[in-house]
Structure formats: structure tokens, C-alpha cells
């Protein structure tokens, strides 16, 4: 039997689920069993469940559990106890990590009081982005008996806002009283009522244990709805359990104190409670509950929190109202300077306002990608699988000339900043992008904006670049880059890896659609008369061996430089080779190669349309650090790394992962090293086949040729995550076949 239970709920964490594992199986203390409570066994279905099966792999400690999504934290907490059989049960959430120490300190401390009950230990809140908060309990603490005692013996307890995540509970102690969480929202403050009553030895530890991580889009428990009616619900749980218990008298009043004081704080902050209807429910039913559960004999508090306590349980809410009123308003005095008067005026005069009074058209959808280049990348995908599966939807497709944009037969172009394109703006109700809108373009109440994406991220992201200053001038101020996020209803990934980045990269309240690119589908569809056609368009020679190279943008230079003397890297191919180059998108037409283009080894695609057809046209992909890569390996073809600067690009950018250690195929570090690595075969060796077959297993796992109806069906049609097409398992698949070789002799 281990010392500790370990009971992990991962549910939405995949960004922050390894950092909680690893702060775990890192500590010294190495008595313990980790329950992962996951949403699916399914590692396809939960991404998750893939990461902590990699751990588990690697530590028979680690085991997993499951628990349906819709039971919650405190279901997941429950089937984790369930599943436990450890001397005590630690919870940690999915996103919070372990102290080093921590479990070696809680051993100690419990060794030290004979094995308590109940032992509770302090943490701090850790912000997002700026980091420590400091401890939060140290009230626990002051006063506090030196050995073990009850909760009659301190007053500091029960306290209902401590989380279940401070403390450790003998195992045996909560199957005696059968304690389990109760369902729905705040259900810790019955949980940490009802150990603290029911434990005949409690004792404390004063020692930040846990860092609990405070996301940006902030708890649950304190955003605006209907489920803040859930607090009134565990008051009364909790004020009835306690009478059950027949605790003292002074107990019994420092409870009621505490939980009223907690629907106080609630009942007087409008933004938790958003309508007036709503509040005037809430304030009804906390004064029922409040008079329902009243000690006899309690005593409100003096000063205002006393009045509130008064008004409340005389249900007088204009009273109450009229007060939290007098306390909040603030002074205005002075009107509308000059300035406000003629900004609202040029607002009224610009069209976008007169569009925004107009209802939002229900069957409209906007496509947009890389601020109005064209019909491309996922948004493409996206809007021609709309034509197919939901007819109904008027589509328009953002372009920054409609003369020249090339637009399939059929599609409406729309230039930005067109008339046309502020009406669209103001009353779609679908806009869908792989960059982001211009910050002028407001988010209407009940519009659905989805966020594409445009590649899988090797390089630092969104807020993940502030350590790199070459990336984050580039990236634009932080503030406006989470006011963007915060217009994303849906995020699209295209792999697990994908999903944990987006999430700490730009944290928000979007739904995570783990469906898959669905640029990457054509991988999928394409036949070989498709690629035959496509090589014939580009300029490719028959039978010849087409090596795309795609080098990236380089934060550190202005200027597009291949990285490769091309012409001599060509001659040193031979006949057998013609080399397809695409620059980086930001420096189309910049090439400067015509000299090497007209001896026919090279064929410029950098202004192709599609580069989903590039990479069907290509045999082999030589790139740097290009998210092509993680695209093109959909299609099992060779890919070589050619990496002369990584190191400077590591140190100026950040990555994600080290790309050397774990390519998807050869790696040159040289010029003469990736010519070598062509005449010698190894491009597409047994070793580099081995290679690819791991990355693939990484980085390909969601993309089957279905992620554009996945999007359709989900935020067009409707339809549950359930509903939708199951990913089709990687070894199943079939891509695209490559081009016939002519036989060299």
C-alpha cells in the first residue's frame, strides 16, 4: 500500500497536464500512487488520456481512471478516491503542480502528529503570466494548536474556502463517513466543511505545497451566470450536514458566518450575476436559505457587512440594492469632453456602425486567410466543404484585390475594406480565419468566430514568445493579442501536440477542435491523376525527382535568404533532381533565383496558390524549421532537416521541442553534409523511414482527410463532439500516392 493517493483530474488541461505530472513524479518522496482521472480510455478521443498513457509507460505508478466529462471535477475526484488505495488522498489538479519536497514534507508532518485525519497545508496562487501570488491560508495557521486538535479547538475552522487541494485525507477516515464530493459547482466547500467537522485529529502544516495555477480566463466560480444559483445549493448542504453533526453552538456560528459572508460577495457583484431577474432570484432564495439555517442565537456581524446580513434575512432586496448602489457608484460630474463628442460622431459617420444596428443574418459566413491573400489554407478547405455539406449557408471569401485573387468558379470575393466587406463583418454570424481580423471588427453577442490556425507550432507562440524579444515585437503588444483571443469561440488543432501549445499559448474560453487541418485532407483525396496533373501544371519533368525546398521566416533577418547556395546545390543533385523552391509567404516575389530557373533544375512555386498542391507535386521535402513539415508528413514521403542555424534560431525564437533529437527524417547541418545526404540515398533510408514513422505517429495523429467536415458539422451543423466521424487510426490510412520515377541508368 503506497503512502499517498495522488488523484489527478485532467479534464481541459492537455497544455498544463505534463508539468502537473512531472512536479509529481519528480518528487523525492517516492511512496506514492498517481490516479489520472480522464475523460476517455481512448487516447484518440482525449488527448489527455495520450499524455498521461506516455507517462505511465515510463511509471508504473501512474494509472489511469475514468470519469464522464459531464459528472465534473467533483465526479472525477470521486471515481480517482474510488480507485485509490494509498494510506491518504492528496488531490491536485490537472493544471497545478507539486512543490519540490512537498510529498517528503506532508510525510514528515504526518509521521510527526501520529497520523491525522486531516492535515492541511497551505499554497500559493501562481497568475498566468505574472507569476507568484504568495501563500493564500496563513489565517489557518495563526493560533493553531502545536499537535493534532478539532475543529472545535481552533477558530480558524471550519473555513468553507479552503480547497480540497490544501490538504491530505486518511483514506480510511473518508470511507468511514462515507464522504464523497457533492455534485455540481463549489463543492469544496462541503467537502472542506465536512472533513474539518467530522476529523477527531486534525493538524497543519505551514508550507506552500501546491502552486495553483490562475488561468486567464479566470475560475469558473468567478464568471458571470446562472451557475453562481450552485453556491446557494452547497450552503445548504453544508449548513445541513453541520446540524447533523450536532457540532457546538460557536462552530455552528462561525460556519453560517463564513458561507453567508461568501453569498454576500455574490449577491454584490452584479458581473457574477447578469440580469436583474437573476439577481432577484438569487437574493430570494439566499434569504430562505439564510433563515432556514440561522443558529439560534447568532449574532450578525457589526458595521456593514452586519446590514447586508440584516437586509438579507429580511428579504429586503430595493433596500439591499440601494445600498450595494451607494457603495459602488462613482462620481460624474463633468459631461463629455469636446474629443468623445467628435469620436462618436466620425463613429456614426463610418458605415460599420450603421451595419452594426442591422440583425445578425444567421446563414452568413466569412472566410478570410493571411489578411485577404487568397482562396487558401484551412479556411479554403473549410468554406468548399460548407458549398458541399450545408448549402444553406451564404459564404463570402475575403481578398485583398478581387480582381487578381483567383478565386475558384462560384465563390464571392470580398475586398477588404469594401462596403461589402463592413456589411459582412457586422452581420455574419460565422467568420472563420487562420490569422486574425483587424481590431476594428467588433464581436457581436451570439456570433461564432473560428480560429483555423495556419500550421503546427515548432517555434515559441502567442504569449509563450515575451522571453524572446526578436518574436514578441513581431508578435505586437500582448494586451491586443488576448483581446483577439478573446473573440475565438472554436480553435482548431491539428495534433495533440498542437492542442497542449494552443492552450498555454493563447489562454482563452474557446472550444478546442481536435479535428485535424483541413488543408491537410487534400493529402487524403488526392489521386494519382491529381498528382500527375498538378506536376504538369507546375513545370515538374516527368519521371524526375521533385525536392520541394521551403525554407522559414527568420526573426532575426528582414531580408529572405535561401540558406542554400541553390545553384550549386542543384548542379550537385544531378539530372535526376529538379528542385521546387517556396519562400515563406512574407516574402512572395522575392526569390531573386532567375538565373537558376532558366537552367531548368529549379522551378520557383513560391507564388502557387496552394501549397497543399506543392506538396503533392514534391517526392521530398528539404525545410528548416518549417510547420511544412509536420503537413508533408501526412503523406509518408522523405523529408530531410537542413538546420545551419539552429542554434541561433533556438536562442532567438524558442521552440518547443528540440527538432535534432527528434527529425522526421535525415538531418544536415552543412551544405555539403545535405548534398551527401542525397547521394548517398540515406534522404530515403531504412534509418530516415524509422524517422518519419515516429514523427508521424506524433504530429499525424488527427489528420485522416475529414477535419473540414468535422468543422462543418460542429460549428455549422450543430452536431456533438460525439456525433462526429471518429479518426480514422494512422496505420489505416492511405495518402496520396507520389509521382512514377523513371528508372536511372
Known amino acids: 500500500m503506497s503512502r499517498f493517493s495522488i488523484i489527478v483530474p485532467t479534464h481541459g488541461v492537455p497544455g498544463r497536464l505534463a508539468d502537473c505530472l512531472a512536479s509529481v513524479l519528480g518528487q523525492s518522496f517516492a511512496d506514492f500512487e498517481l490516479i489520472a482521472v480522464v475523460d476517455s480510455l481512448d487516447e484518440a478521443a482525449d488527448p489527455c488520456s495520450a499524455v498521461v498513457a506516455e507517462h505511465a509507460e515510463r511509471d508504473p505508478r501512474v494509472r489511469r481512471t475514468q470519469s464522464p466529462p459531464d459528472e465534473g471535477l467533483p465526479g472525477a475526484r470521486n471515481a480517482g478516491t474510488r480507485a485509490a488505495g494509498g494510506d491518504y488522498l492528496l488531490f491536485l489538479d490537472g493544471d497545478d503542480t507539486l512543490v519540490p519536497g512537498a510529498l517528503a514534507a506532508l510525510d514528515a508532518r504526518i509521521a510527526e502528529t501520529g497520523g491525522p485525519d486531516l492535515l492541511l497545508f497551505d499554497h500559493e496562487r501562481v497568475h498566468w503570466f505574472e507569476g507568484s501570488q504568495g501563500p493564500v491560508l496563513t489565517r489557518l495557521w495563526e493560533g493553531a494548536p502545536r499537535g493534532t486538535f478539532t475543529a472545535a479547538e481552533h477558530t480558524a475552522l471550519p473555513d468553507p474556502l479552503v480547497p480540497a487541494f490544501s490538504a491530505v485525507c486518511k483514506r480510511s477516515f473518508v470511507a468511514e463517513h462515507g464522504l464523497s464530493f457533492a455534485p455540481g459547482m463549489f463543492a469544496d466547500m462541503v467537502w472542506s466543511t465536512q472533513t474539518a467537522l467530522r476529523a477527531e485529529r486534525i493538524a497543519v502544516l505551514d508550507r506552500v505545497c501546491v502552486r495553483h ?90 458595521g456593514s457587512l452586519g446590514v447586508q446580513h440584516r437586509l438579507l434575512g429580511a428579504g429586503a432586496y430595493a433596500v439591499f440594492c ?295 507535386a514534391a517526392d521530398a521535402l528539404i525545410t528548416d524549421y518549417s510547420s511544412i513539415m509536420f503537413d508533408y508528413a501526412n503523406l509518408d514521403r522523405p523529408i530531410v532537416i537542413y538546420a545551419d542555424d539552429w542554434d541561433i534560431y533556438r536562442e532567438t525564437r524558442g521552440v518547443y521541442f528540440d527538432l535534432l533529437a527528434e527529425p522526421p527524417g535525415a538531418v544536415a547541418r552543412t551544405q555539403s553534409e545535405l548534398t551527401a545526404v542525397f547521394r548517398s540515398g540515406a534522404w530515403e533510408g531504412e534509418r530516415a523511414r524509422t524517422l518519419r514513422a515516429a514523427f508521424r505517429k506524433r504530429f499525424c495523429d488527427l489528420d485522416d482527410g475529414l477535419a473540414a467536415e468535422r468543422v462543418v458539422r460542429r460549428v455549422l451543423l450543430g452536431e456533438s463532439v460525439e456525433q462526429l466521424p471518429p479518426v480514422v487510426p494512422l496505420r489505416e490510412r492511405i495518402p496520396a500516392p507520389a509521382a512514377p520515377r523513371v528508372p536511372q541508368h
Open 213 to 302: 495555477l490562475l488561468r486567464r480566463q479566470g475560475a469558473r466560480t468567478r464568471l458571470p451566470g446562472a451557475h453562481h444559483l450552485e453556491l446557494l445549493d452547497q450552503f445548504g448542504r453544508a449548513m445541513k450536514g453541520a446540524a447533523e453533526l450536532d457540532v457546538p453552538a460557536p462552530v455552528l456560528a462561525r460556519l453560517f458566518r463564513r458561507l453567508t459572508h461568501e453569498v454576500l460577495k455574490t449577491a454584490s457583484t452584479p458581473a457574477r450575476l447578469p440580469s436583474a431577474r437573476l439577481r432577484r432570484r438569487f437574493f430570494r432564495q439566499a434569504t430562505r436559505l439564510y433563515r432556514l439555517h440561522r443558529p439560534a442565537g447568532f449574532r450578525p456581524p457589526s
Open 322 to 616: 440601494l445600498l450595494r448602489g451607494a457603495k459602488n457608484r462613482l462620481p460624474s460630474l463633468v459631461g463629455p469632453t469636446l474629443q468623445r463628442v467628435r469620436r462618436r460622431l466620425q463613429r456614426h459617420r463610418h458605415p460599420y456602425k450603421a451595419f452594426l444596428k442591422r440583425p445578425v443574418d444567421e446563414n452568413l459566413a466569412v472566410f478570410s486567410a493571411y489578411w485577404g491573400r487568397g482562396y487558401a489554407c484551412n479556411p479554403a478547405a473549410i468554406h468548399a466543404a460548407t458549398r458541399r455539406l450545408a448549402p444553406h449557408i451564404k459564404t463570402v471569401f475575403l481578398v485583398s484585390d478581387a480582381t487578381t485573387a483567383g478565386l475558384p468558379e462560384g465563390v464571392e470575393g470580398v475586398e477588404i475594406g469594401s462596403l461589402r466587406y463592413w456589411e459582412c463583418m457586422a452581420t455574419a454570424k460565422y467568420t472563420f480565419n487562420n490569422v486574425n481580423f483587424e481590431m476594428a471588427v467588433k464581436k457581436r453577442p451570439g456570433t461564432v468566430h473560428v480560429q483555423t490556425q495556419h500550421g503546427t507550432p515548432l517555434k515559441r507562440m502567442g504569449v509563450d514568445q515575451v522571453e524572446f524579444p526578436a518574436a514578441a515585437a513581431a508578435a505586437g503588444p500582448l494586451g491586443k493579442l488576448l483581446q483577439r483571443v478573446d473573440r475565438w469561440d472554436f480553435n482548431i488543432s491539428s495534433n495533440h501536440h498542437s492542442t497542449e501549445v494552443w492552450e498555454r499559448a493563447y489562454p482563452g474560453a474557446y472550444e478546442s477542435l481536435d479535428v485535424g487541418y483541413p488543408r491537410n485532407d487534400a493529402f487524403y483525396s488526392a489521386t494519382a491523376d491529381d498528382v500527375t496533373s498538378i506536376r504538369k501544371r507546375l513545370g515538374v519533368p516527368e519521371g524526375k525527382v521533385a525536392v520541394l525546398y521551403a525554407p522559414t521566416h527568420r526573426d532575426y533577418r528582414t531580408d529572405f535568404a535561401t540558406q542554400l547556395d541553390l545553384p550549386a546545390f542543384c548542379d550537385a543533385l544531378g539530372e535526376e533532381f529538379v528542385v521546387l523552391m517556396r519562400a515563406h509567404h512574407f516574402y512572395e516575389g522575392s526569390a531573386g533565383l532567375e538565373e537558376v530557373v532558366r537552367s531548368g533544375k529549379l522551378i520557383d512555386v513560391t507564388e502557387h496558390r496552394s501549397p497543399e498542391e506543392v506538396c503533392l
